[in-house]
């Protein structure tokens, strides 16, 4: 078993412990909730580029709630919620930090994942690798519960670091095989919206970049990009979600 795999397998048996954060969040059980009335998992459209088409559904342009009244909406609709976070940060942003032909879908019917074009190509005509933000919002759980679970554990308590974003309390989780140049690397955010780590009202946003199409799943990648997109773009939705 090779480290990354067997960091892999601790996340998994930690997910028990996590109950109620979702799949953004290293090593929690997946998604309970389902798509109501609002849409059904397509194959089609945008979801047809999903990783999980058949746990898709069309991203919706609708104008976020923010605050209090977004944490009550989180708690009574995951999949509103969700339309609400994709459609929270400008176009404009995304083009700027993901390029051209981005897209953004509704993946197990309560997270938000916007993707660069897997298509693209660099200015020497070869694909790009691909940036992916994952983001969700959880009205119940809290930084501090997640950090007494993570730090309990001899296993996990040396991926916690905590930072400030926007002046909000921040938890990463990650691991160095995360930031390594190598693979998928990624960014895995917890922000205590409410600027209390102890006050319910979380949400967790997952930075990630891949290599390009047709390469090994552990081919090198320049990760500049994610490393240059984390800060601004998660402060673009706490601009608009919780001022």
């Not at 009550?72 to 459609?87: H, Y």
């Not at 019917?109 to 020497?124: E, N, V, W």
Request: net charge neutral; proline share 7%.
């Amino acid at each position: 078993m090779n480290r990354r795999h067997a960091i892999h397998v601790a996340l998994a048996a930690l997910g028990a412990l996590l109950a109620g954060c979702t799949s953004v969040v290293p090593g929690s059980p997946a998604p309970q909730s389902s798509p109501t009335e609002q849409g059904k998992p397509t194959k089609d459209g945008s979801c047809a580029r999903s990783e999980s088409p058949d746990r898709c559904v069309e991203w919706q342009d609708t104008k976020p709630k923010t605050g209090q009244e977004l944490l009550a909406q989180a708690a009574q609709d995951p999949l509103a919620t969700a339309q609400m976070l994709c459609s929270a940060v400008p176009a404009s942003v995304w083009d700027r930090h993901l390029g051209a032909g981005n897209y953004r879908v509704i993946n197990d019917g309560q997270t938000c994942t916007i993707s660069s074009d897997d298509t693209a190509k660099t200015s020497d005509g070869k694909y790009a690798p691909v940036l992916e933000v994952q983001a969700f919002l959880s009205a119940s759980d809290s930084i501090a519960r997640d950090l007494q679970i993570l730090r309990s554990r001899k296993d996990t308590a040396a991926m916690v670091t905590e930072l400030s974003l926007a002046g909000k309390p921040v938890m990463r989780v990650g691991d160095r095989d995360d930031a390594n140049g190598t693979g998928r690397d990624t960014e895995q955010l917890s922000i205590a919206v409410l600027g209390d780590v102890a006050k319910p009202g979380v949400l967790r946003i997952r930075h990630s970049m891949r290599p390009p199409r047709g390469q090994p799943t552990e081919a090198p990648i320049d990760r500049s990009k994610l490393d240059t997109m984390r800060d601004p773009v998660t402060t673009e939705f706490l601009k608009v979600l919780f001022p």
